[in-house]
């Protein structure tokens, strides 16, 4: 939304009119990246946005509807307004989903009765990705999977004979899902592909010269801006296919990025196109959905980084959602067909299928509003450094924040002290933490505890330097009760806001070779519930350090 903002004020796609750091560049496999900064990429003496810049472009009108009421990404000193840019995302990704969830009924209902079309908005609209990830920001998903939807209505419309297809809209269409996210080329070709059966050779035509005047727009675009024919973020380099056969079964039955996991409703359209194919129609529409949906699930195993990083779920495959409303659509209108299935088997597989929705919704309803399985990408050890946490069914990520996660097999040795703002300290962290912060950090549930070893099972004191969340007149005081092993140690209401030392004494009798130290804090809140900022996490108490002293 900074670049949607620039090209309003500056008709620019330089960010160098704002006050961004040049920090000291970073070199990825791709490009430069600005220090730490991954979203911005130097180009000798400039700044630009890395990502691909189609959603910055389609946002412009929204953007600029914001600065009307208010918020802009930009301060009045030229700084850039993260809370600008997050209350801009997130009601445009709720709005052009919302528009899309119009679109999956708009799609169903061309053959479907409208209580079985009903059902397949709520699947794709709640129990997919759109839900938990791409209504929540302004993901390149986002505006790239409500295009690819508009497409998939066009062509199913068209097979019904309740409209006919127009090439330069579809064309155009495509165009801009591949310019908002260049992995959108694998339902471009497929897409084009279905059209050389479909068009007459003055709509190929048609369709042929629109894509490419959209592609000379493209090429143009970058060289004028990078001196190259594509941006660094659409080059196919980033393919190498070097992890396929670990990624490939991780992005299908992985317990935290399977999409079959995270989306169990798949199982239930592959019953349906099964069972019923016979009295399947529009198949040639089936057959182009179900080989651009395989086709994703390829590209995306291509990818070294192929879990999509500190994400949730098989965000990676939310391009494959129209696809599988369209499925849908054709599977139910197939079973409704049929006129001889027995009325034992109708029955069970409608529960199954009502199952598996219940079941698709409670898991992207999790990824939706649990802050839990967002931590999850950091906690106890970020994903990013052990990937091998993907497949442990142990703590799966739509369980994060129910189940705690399984004791860890190293439990690192608390020698002198814990400095909670370092990464260093994480190795401590087991659950219930938040992110670091500048002078400590929160804890992020009614319960956080920190595993450590000792050398020698003598007793301790810890000096514990914290303070806890309060509100005057709105919450006073904080009850903190701290238990090593299950035993409780401290139990004592907080009420100063400043960072104070505690002193807890840790009790030979009641130490281990290996330890669990557990605070609970039952009154822990969220700042947003007392309507004193944004802030959603279950906050109690902030901890700076941890240190250890012997006892007297």
């Given at each position: 939304?900074?670049?949607?903002?620039?090209?309003?004020?500056?008709?620019?796609?330089?960010?160098?009119?704002?006050?961004?750091?040049?920090?000291?560049?970073?070199?990825?496999?791709?490009?430069?990246?600005?220090?730490?900064?991954?979203?911005?990429?130097?180009?000798?003496?400039?700044?630009?946005?890395?990502?691909?810049?189609?959603?910055?472009?389609?946002?412009?009108?929204?953007?600029?509807?914001?600065?009307?009421?208010?918020?802009?990404?930009?301060?009045?000193?030229?700084?850039?307004?993260?809370?600008?840019?997050?209350?801009?995302?997130?009601?445009?990704?709720?709005?052009?989903?919302?528009?899309?969830?119009?679109?999956?009924?708009?799609?169903?209902?061309?053959?479907?009765?409208?209580?079985?079309?009903?059902?397949?908005?709520?699947?794709?609209?709640?129990?997919?990705?759109?839900?938990?990830?791409?209504?929540?920001?302004?993901?390149?998903?986002?505006?790239?999977?409500?295009?690819?939807?508009?497409?998939?209505?066009?062509?199913?419309?068209?097979?019904?004979?309740?409209?006919?297809?127009?090439?330069?809209?579809?064309?155009?269409?495509?165009?801009?899902?591949?310019?908002?996210?260049?992995?959108?080329?694998?339902?471009?070709?497929?897409?084009?592909?279905?059209?050389?059966?479909?068009?007459?050779?003055?709509?190929?035509?048609?369709?042929?010269?629109?894509?490419?005047?959209?592609?000379?727009?493209?090429?143009?675009?970058?060289?004028?801006?990078?001196?190259?024919?594509?941006?660094?973020?659409?080059?196919?380099?980033?393919?190498?296919?070097?992890?396929?056969?670990?990624?490939?079964?991780?992005?299908?039955?992985?317990?935290?990025?399977?999409?079959?996991?995270?989306?169990?409703?798949?199982?239930?359209?592959?019953?349906?196109?099964?069972?019923?194919?016979?009295?399947?129609?529009?198949?040639?529409?089936?057959?182009?959905?179900?080989?651009?949906?395989?086709?994703?699930?390829?590209?995306?195993?291509?990818?070294?980084?192929?879990?999509g990083g500190h994400s949730y779920g098989p965000r990676l495959m939310t391009s494959s959602v129209?696809?599988?409303?369209?499925?849908?659509?054709?599977?139910?209108?197939?079973?409704?067909?049929?006129?001889?299935?027995?009325?034992?088997?109708?029955?069970?597989?409608?529960?199954?299928?009502?199952?598996?929705?219940?079941?698709?919704?409670?898991?992207?309803?999790?990824?939706?509003?649990?802050?839990?399985?967002?931590?999850?990408?950091?906690?106890?050890?970020?994903?990013?450094?052990?990937?091998?946490?993907?497949?442990?069914?142990?703590?799966?990520?739509?369980?994060?924040?129910?189940?705690?996660?399984?004791?860890?097999?190293?439990?690192?040795?608390?020698?002198?002290?814990?400095?909670?703002?370092?990464?260093?300290?994480?190795?401590?962290?087991?659950?219930?933490?938040?992110?670091?912060?500048?002078?400590?950090?929160?804890?992020?549930?009614?319960?956080?505890?920190?595993?450590?070893?000792?050398?020698?099972?003598?007793?301790?004191?810890?000096?514990?330097?914290?303070?806890?969340?309060?509100?005057?007149?709105?919450?006073?005081?904080?009850?903190?009760?701290?238990?090593?092993?299950?035993?409780?140690?401290?139990?004592?209401?907080?009420?100063?806001?400043?960072?104070?030392?505690?002193?807890?004494?840790?009790?030979?009798?009641?130490?281990?070779?290996?330890?669990?130290?557990?605070?609970?804090?039952?009154?822990?809140?969220?700042?947003?519930?007392?309507?004193?900022?944004?802030?959603?996490?279950?906050?109690?108490?902030?901890?700076?350090?941890?240190?250890?002293?012997?006892?007297?």
């Open positions: 939304m900074m670049l949607s903002q620039c090209l309003l004020e500056h008709r620019s796609f330089k960010l160098d009119h704002y006050s961004i750091p040049r920090l000291q560049p970073v070199m990825r496999a791709d490009y430069v990246q600005n220090g730490e900064i991954y979203q911005i990429e130097q180009v000798g003496p400039h700044l630009y946005y890395f990502f691909p810049p189609g959603s910055s472009i389609l946002s412009v009108p929204f953007v600029l509807l914001a600065n009307v009421f208010g918020s802009s990404t930009i301060n009045p000193d030229q700084t850039f307004s993260l809370d600008g840019e997050t209350k801009i995302e997130a009601l445009l990704a709720a709005f052009l989903m919302a528009v899309l969830a119009a679109i999956f009924f708009c799609t169903a209902r061309l053959l479907l009765p409208i209580h079985y079309s009903l059902l397949v908005t709520l699947g794709g609209a709640v129990g997919t990705q759109i839900f938990s990830t791409a209504s929540r920001a302004m993901f390149t998903d986002t505006w790239a999977v409500l295009l690819l939807s508009v497409v998939g209505f066009c062509l199913l419309a068209a097979e019904t004979a309740r409209t006919r297809l127009r090439p330069v809209l579809l064309a155009t269409l495509l165009a801009w899902a591949y310019v908002v996210y260049p992995s959108y080329v694998v339902h471009v070709a497929g897409i084009s592909l279905y059209l050389v059966f479909v068009f007459d050779r003055r709509q190929l035509l048609a369709y042929a010269v629109t894509g490419i005047g959209w592609a000379v727009a493209l090429v143009g675009y970058s060289w004028y801006n990078f001196g190259q024919l594509l941006p660094n973020y659409f080059r196919p380099g980033r393919l190498t296919f070097r992890q396929f056969w670990t990624a490939l079964p991780g992005n299908l039955i992985s317990p935290s990025r399977g999409f079959l996991v995270f989306v169990p409703t798949v199982i239930f359209i592959a019953y349906l196109l099964v069972r019923f194919r016979r009295q399947l129609k529009h198949r040639r529409l089936a057959f182009l959905a179900i080989a651009a949906t395989a086709a994703q699930l390829i590209v995306i195993s291509g990818f070294d980084h192929w879990w129209p696809w599988l409303v369209l499925l849908s659509t054709l599977g139910l209108d197939a079973m409704l067909t049929s006129q001889k299935v027995p009325r034992f088997e109708l029955i069970a597989a409608s529960l199954a299928g009502l199952f598996l929705l219940t079941a698709s919704i409670f898991i992207n309803e999790r990824g939706a509003n649990a802050r839990e399985t967002a931590t999850w990408n950091m906690l106890p050890e970020n994903v990013d450094l052990h990937p091998e946490r993907i497949w442990d069914w142990r703590q799966p990520q739509f369980l994060a924040g129910l189940l705690a996660p399984p004791f860890p097999p190293n439990v690192p040795l608390l020698e002198n002290k814990i400095d909670f703002t370092a990464s260093e300290s994480e190795k401590y962290l087991w659950y219930g933490w938040s992110i670091a912060e500048r002078e400590s950090r929160w804890t992020g549930a009614t319960h956080a505890t920190i595993i450590f070893s000792v050398a020698d099972t003598k007793s301790l004191n810890l000096k514990i330097r914290m303070a806890p969340f309060v509100a005057p007149g709105r919450l006073d005081q904080q009850r903190l009760i701290i238990r090593l092993n299950g035993q409780t140690l401290f139990s004592e209401l907080l009420r100063a806001q400043e960072l104070t030392d505690y002193t807890v004494s840790l009790p030979a009798r009641y130490l281990n070779t290996r330890n669990v130290l557990d605070f609970e804090i039952p009154g822990a809140v969220s700042p947003a519930s007392l309507g004193l900022n944004k802030d959603e996490r279950q906050i109690g108490i902030r901890v700076a350090s941890i240190a250890i002293e012997p006892a007297q």
